[in-house]
Antibody, heavy 119, light 111 residues
């Protein structure tokens, strides 16, 4: 069965960096588009970034461009989000999600990892 | 960016009765390829979101047939034919026709 397990969240000071990961199993990771979606405490969902199956095509939410970087290592079936110059408003649970190829929906989600930006 | 709105934002429901959630987009969700990339997700308390419906009306694998989606253009609806206790949670519509993908604010369904 499809499993997505995020890790690497924690408390970080404003302006600092953090990298979170999502380890995938139960499907052919190298064939699938992947996404990061976040949810601030008590708030709704916000799409953050998308990466094609081979990493050649990437899209970002405007407010994170230049600060958050999505990447993947298909040999490790792992998705990453490098988070730089963190701001208070980046505080959220970060979910990785698999793309329902060709149907542009998010069919499987991890449990999420909490990133708290606070001094 | 495409703005998604939902109504109602909160919906008290009665077990065994139908429920309906409306979603509206600020512009047409018909893609240049002719498809409409509107999906519905459910988020139960303390859980990650779960895909229910994609491309307006396609039920995802394992989703109860009590859930159905309809609509076109800018107006969409999720219907639950007979609400069960396990349906409690927040329901989001999401558009994937144009980047950035955007979600509605969510509709809280409780008994």
């Amino acid at each position: 069965q499809v499993q997505l397990v995020e890790s690497g969240g924690g408390v970080v000071q404003p302006g600092r960096s953090l990298r979170i990961s999502c380890e995938a199993s139960g499907f052919t990771f190298s064939s699938d588009v992947m996404h990061w979606v976040r949810q601030a405490p008590g708030k709704g969902l916000e799409w953050v970034a998308r990466i094609s199956h081979d990493g050649s095509s990437i899209q970002y939410l405007d407010s994170v461009k230049g600060r958050l970087i999505i990447s993947r290592d298909n040999s490790k079936s792992t998705l990453y989000l490098q988070m730089n110059s963190l701001r208070d408003e980046d505080t959220a649970v970060y979910y990785c999600a698999k793309d329902l190829g060709g149907s542009w929906a998010l069919d499987y989600w991890g449990q999420g990892t909490l990133v708290t930006v606070s001094s | 960016d495409i703005v998604m709105t939902q109504s109602p934002l909160s919906s008290p429901v009665t077990l065994g009765q139908p429920a309906s959630i409306s979603c509206r987009s600020s512009q047409s969700l018909v893609n240049s390829d002719g498809n409409t990339y509107l999906s519905w997700l459910q988020q139960r308390p303390g859980q990650p979101p779960r895909l229910l419906i994609y491309k307006i009306s396609n039920r995802f694998s394992g989703v109860s047939d009590r859930f159905s989606g309809s609509g076109a253009g800018t107006d969409f609806t999720l219907k639950i034919s007979r609400v069960e206790a396990e349906d409690v949670g927040v329901y989001y519509c999401m558009q994937a026709t144009q980047f950035p993908w955007t979600f509605g604010p969510g509709t809280k369904v409780d008994i």
